[in-house]
């Protein structure tokens, strides 16, 4: 199976070896040396597109705004798969591009094997939940409001903490991909947490009886042991 990457990256010699790894792999790599010219791309054919490799450091704008608009345009286009590059190596950087929707992040320079790996991951995860034009985010009977700040069941209130409702965010705007407590308190305060720390383990024990019909037998945010949590997909409507 052929799939079809996007490449937006002004140097152009990384590239074109980029492409070179890639193309004997199973890859189609097309390359766009600005931001303006890789938007253009994508609002031009960009259904044929499976995945965007985006450059943080673009000549013409920064990645972070160009993921932002990825993220704004009309679907299915705003659900189309990035994964930012950057030769920075600040961890605000990444905490930032995952938070506005990138779903990896590798910084240069890296190992082509490692960029190969990190896209086939990619492309096997369901895609992000990626909010309507009214800043929402639906599963059935249940609505995130990312602009209020509110969670809504059957269209009543439910009352959250602001640690609590990133961390709901967190899990929602990656729907059915298992989320280690590292990776979420990563998401939510951006720095890694100790190992042995288990508030994420509360937090989810609140999220649920305030979002759960039965936090005892939870269908929205489920325990995979071992692993961490996971928020349904598809939930009842």
Known sequence: MLHHVLMIEDDERLAGMVAAYLVPHGFEVRHAATAQAGLAALQRDGEGVELVLLDLMLPDADGLDVCRQIRALAAPLR???????????DPFDRVVGLEIGADDYLPKPFEPRELLARLRAVLRRPPLAVASQEGLLRFGRLEIDLGARLVRLDGSVRPLTAYQFDLLVA??????????REQLMDAVKGEACDPFDRSIDVHIGRLRAAIEDDAKQPRRIVTVRGAGYVFAKVQDA
């Open 171 to 180: 899990l929602a705007e990656r729907a059915g991909r298992v989320l280690s």
């Open 79 to 89: 659900s189309i798969p990035v994964v930012m590059l950057t030769a920075k190596g």
